[in-house]
């Protein structure tokens, strides 16, 4: 059975750039109302107009900046999101951010704010939305985790620290919530061409010979796991195959992993 989408209320935070523009170009076209969410107000109106030029009615389309490290914030844009629309069906976490580097480099301050943003940041846009969704017996939480999650790797210890933290705590709500009308689907994307690499200081160019996937190719991905209300998806084969191998045999996992890491540290950055 495919999960349709036309004219259910769809809330996808970090609506205003890479996976999640595109998820909302791909949601548009599906007849999504759509709450593009984000920090920058701007980046949100620029998407919300790529979206009505797509075809999508605009009053289909409502922007709603919110910051999800900030409490409070999430609290008051849930409320005007329930107020604006009269329901939620499909909550899309997929803001997230990095802070790429060995581990005891990188500011304790940056850190934090991947905790905030990919952790904290799901908690409570989850723990805003939910509610409204049970209340109707009906309605689907996303999440935009990464492979790193389940292959932990050097110089991303925090970030895949939030990503395998997001994968527990969306199997914990799939098991709470089983049997009251919620799908739960979580999608690791491996590398993606975004502005990801750069506000997170990845430097692209060591990772060159690691495969990735456009925006778009990665969104295609989400949407497909969703309307197909899969649990969990890895989005790239080599991936999905590397944490197979790490399950089965993690000491040689480990050996070949830290050879390929130590490789790409090698790798002058440009
Ligand atoms: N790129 C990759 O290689 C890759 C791989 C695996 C998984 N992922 C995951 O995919 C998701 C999307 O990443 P992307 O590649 O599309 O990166 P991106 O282009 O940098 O998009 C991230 C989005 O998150 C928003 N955001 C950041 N902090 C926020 C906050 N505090 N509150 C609300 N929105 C916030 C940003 O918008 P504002 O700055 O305007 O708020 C931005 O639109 C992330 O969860 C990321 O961890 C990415």
């Known amino acids: 059975m495919t999960i349709e989408y036309r004219d259910a ?7 205003g750039g890479g996976i999640g523009r595109e998820l909302a170009l791909l949601l548009g076209r599906r007849g999504a109302r759509l709450v593009l969410s984000g920090r920058r107000q701007e980046r949100l109106e620029a998407v919300r ?20 490290t900030d409490t409070e914030q999430v609290r008051m844009w849930a409320a005007s999101i329930l107020q604006r629309t009269g329901a939620i069906d499909v909550l899309i976490n997929n803001a997230g951010r990095g802070a790429y580097g060995p581990f005891h480099e990188v500011a304790v301050s940056s850190h934090d704010a991947v905790i905030d943003t990919n952790l904290r940041g799901i908690i409570h846009t989850s723990y805003a939305l ?4 049970l209340e109707r017996g009906r309605g689907q939480l996303v999440f935009v985790s990464s492979v790193l999650g389940e292959l932990p790797a050097p110089d991303h210890a925090v970030y895949g620290a939030t990503k395998a933290a ?23 994307p491996g590398l993606v061409r975004s502005e990801f690499a750069a506000t997170s200081g990845t430097p692209l160019a060591r990772f060159a010979r690691v495969p990735s996937k456009s925006a778009a190719a990665a969104a295609a991905d ?18 999905a195959v590397a ?7 993690p000491g040689l996992f480990g050996w070949i992993f830290r050879r390929l890491f130590a490789r790409v540290r090698r790798t002058p950055d440009d």
Request: aromatic share 2%; charged share 20%.
């Open 9 to 15: 209320v769809v809330a996808i935070t970090g609506a």
């Open 49 to 68: 107009d790529e979206v009505a030029a797509a075809g999508a009615r605009s009053e289909a389309l409502m922007v709603a900046p919110c910051d999800v």
């Open 166 to 188: 997001i994968n527990a705590f969306a199997e914990s709500l799939a098991h709470e919530l089983h049997g009251q009308g919620i799908g739960i689907t979580v999608v690791a």
């Open 243 to 249: 944490i197979r191998v790490r399950r089965v045999t």
């Open 222 to 239: 989400v949407l497909r796991a969703m309307e197909r209300g899969q649990a969990l998806v890895v989005s790239d084969w080599l991936s």
């Open 130 to 133: 939910l509610p409204a969704m």
